[in-house]
């Protein structure tokens, strides 16, 4: 089945650090990936839809300069979380969508991400 | 009134019982049904996914799909141990600006209990 890969599966860093999120999708090109938040007991809420090779569309609220979404390659969209401070603690999940089958998503395991 | 509507339980129930998940949504245009599976501190897993009304089967799952009373439900037989998670439904548009986008229900946490 369809593969994506999120690294790093946790990272701790102190306030004011930037840290970058990786999603690749292993087996198949993607050339949508989204990125969600997850709080705790909480569903996934949508932050953006990351298209290849051009600008990610944010969703309301949710500040373009504070997380850089990059969309280089058909396998990869990165996720960067600028001057991180406690309150952006939280687990990032993305998922890519698969042109092949039915156009539907495939999540990553997420990453936790824990500022300090 | 939320798009989508999922009672967040929790729901216990002893090994082997039938399970029943469902969610209600408000919005006509959701066309694409879909459930996953969440292992805690894990990303969803693709269980089930429907388009038409009526019943789809897979194993020990069944999902079930009612678009005139816009009512999905995921049903699952002999549960197990394993089958401990948290159940999302999902679903989205079937074509337009976004249509790619799925919306969430706030997702149902399941304990068997052996």
Known sequence: ?116 | QKEVEQDPGPLSVPEGAIVSLNCTYSNSAFQYFMWYRQYSRKGPELLMYTYSSGNKEDGRFTAQVDKSSKYISLFIRDSQPSDSATYLCAMRRDSGAGSYQLTFGKGTKLSVIP
């Open chain 1, 1 to 116: 089945g369809a593969v994506v890969s999120q690294h790093p599966s946790r990272v701790i860093c102190k306030s004011g650090t930037s840290v970058k999120i990786e999603c690749r999708s292993l087996d198949f090109q993607a050339t949508t990936m989204f990125w969600y938040r997850q709080f705790p007991k909480q569903s996934l809420m949508l932050m953006a839809t990351s298209n290849e090779g051009s600008k990610a569309t944010y969703e309301q609220g949710v500040e373009k300069d504070k997380f850089l979404i990059n969309h280089a390659s058909l396998t990869l969209s990165t996720l960067t979380v600028t001057s991180a401070h406690p309150e952006d603690s939280s687990f990032y999940i993305c998922s890519a969508r698969d042109d092949s089958y039915y156009s539907e998503q495939f999540f990553g395991p997420g990453t936790r991400l824990t500022v300090l």
